[in-house]
């Protein structure tokens, strides 16, 4: 009998009851927190690990609220399916604290209403949630997540969301890549002091975030930013590119969606603004390859992003991309795959971390996150996740588009640290 749905909603009002003074006098003993265990079955397994939502005697629970219907869809599903082959991957080999791993997968379609009512109907029968797609979805539930003690990681970068103990960004934030970008214009493309770029992005917490980041480095470099913001229901950039050629822009920056790089390309090549344009890494799609677009993004654009090219050479990558392939023959491998696999991995060590010393609460869990200084699954860059208020790389790979490539981009510059990211992270 599966005792998971028996134990978590109705253990306080019975055997928990005869626990309760005990285990308050445990918990004080220890030291350890019982906020997040209160009308929720916290207690101690009977293999002596501390417990409370999401985690049976034999099973763990993590949620995702995801976008399977929305516009990020593809990058929804890709991060589904990563994190369903690392469950199994996981299991195979015995589980996490001999328990089997498994995933409460809840689409809200980039609807933030949903996604709130998603999160209610989940947080209390789940421990962690390893995907959160979408800013303004992260934004809504921030409060929920903290009071919860509920370690998150979205698939959402802006700096907003630092600070807070129990959500992790992974990687680098918007402002981070766009200092890259300004930088690799000036140093691999000949931008020089006087010159105009271009910064088209979303409104919003990305694109504020990501032009913090181009306005502080421009203005280091000596050039202008001529910002252009634009809603994410805006897929024709006609106006925008006029606009920055009249301004005589020698690049362009683009923060938004994959649909907003590919009009903002394909219009400048056509209109003879030849310049070099940076994306961040949700600015692009393997799918922009099959899009008649394609040869002017060949050309054109570079991306910056925390991860490496999925066609990367990293053993990991490969044994990833190869086990994914085999899995999700139909498919197509993208970088949703990677960084999905990747938070699924990271998970995964916070898990067995926090099991060894004893304890698989929420709180426990986050202790064990903050803990961990040089977090390396072999699929990037390592990660530090122990200064809540600093993003947790600041190591950034630059990519290039390329159709024949597993994921469409290839890696051009490996994972280096921008002169100046210490300065304006400091500065902050």
């Known amino acids: 009998m599966n005792t998971t749905h028996h134990r978590h909603r109705n253990r306080h009002r019975t055997a928990g009851t005869v626990l309760a003074g005990a285990l308050a006098l445990l918990l004080a003993a220890t030291g350890c927190s019982s906020k997040a265990d209160d009308g929720n079955g916290g ?43 690392w469950a199994e991957e996981t299991n195979a080999q015995g589980g996490i604290c001999d328990r089997e791993v498994e995933i409460v997968v809840k689409d809200h379609g980039y609807d933030v209403q949903k996604a709130v009512t998603a999160y209610a109907d989940i947080a209390p029968d789940v421990v962690a949630l390893p995907q959160v797609i979408g800013s303004p979805v992260v934004a809504a539930l921030l409060d929920d997540i903290e009071r919860d003690r509920m370690l998150t990681f979205p698939q959402a970068w802006a700096a907003s969301l630092l600070g807070k103990d129990a959500i992790q960004v992974l990687g680098t934030t918007y402002d981070v890549d766009m200092i890259a970008a300004v ?51 805006d897929t024709d950039l006609s106006a925008q590119v006029s606009a920055l050629r009249a301004e005589g822009v020698k690049a362009v920056l683009i923060s938004a969606g994959p649909a907003q790089t590919a009009s903002l390309v394909g219009v400048a090549a056509s209109r ?54 085999k899995k999700y023959p139909d498919s197509p491998v993208d970088s949703g795959v990677l960084s999905g696999y990747n938070a699924a991995r990271l998970m995964g060590a916070d898990l067995k971390k926090a099991c060894e010393a004893g304890g698989l609460t929420r709180e426990d869990v986050v202790t064990a996150h903050r803990s961990q200084k040089n977090a390396d699954t072999g699929l990037g860059t390592a990660q530090d996740f122990s200064d809540v208020d600093r993003p947790a790389s600041v190591e950034t790979y630059v990519l290039k588009p390329d159709a024949k490539a597993v994921g469409g981009v290839v890696n051009v510059e490996e994972a280096h640290t921008v002169p100046g990211v210490e300065d304006y992270l400091s500065s902050k």
């Open 43 to 85: 207690g101690e397994a009977a293999d002596g690990i501390r417990t409370g939502p999401g985690v049976g005697a034999r099973t763990i629970r993590l949620g995702a609220l995801t976008d399977l219907t929305g516009p990020y869809a593809t990058l929804g599903k890709s991060i589904v399916q990563a994190q369903r082959m």
């Open 183 to 233: 930088e690799f214009l000036t140093r691999a493309k000949g931008l020089k002091k006087g010159d105009t770029i271009g910064h088209v992005y979303f409104e919003g917490d990305y694109g504020a975030n990501a032009l913090e980041g181009s306005t502080w480095a421009a203005g280091k470099a000596g050039l202008k930013v001529s910002g252009q913001k634009i809603k994410a229901t």
């Open 272 to 325: 003879g603004l030849r310049v070099p344009v940076v994306s961040s890494a949700p600015g692009f799609a393997p799918q922009l390859m099959r899009t008649p677009a394609a040869p002017a993004l060949e050309t054109m654009l570079n991306v910056v992003s925390a991860a490496p090219a999925v066609g990367s050479d990293l053993p990991g990558v490969e044994r990833m991309v190869a086990a994914y392939t």
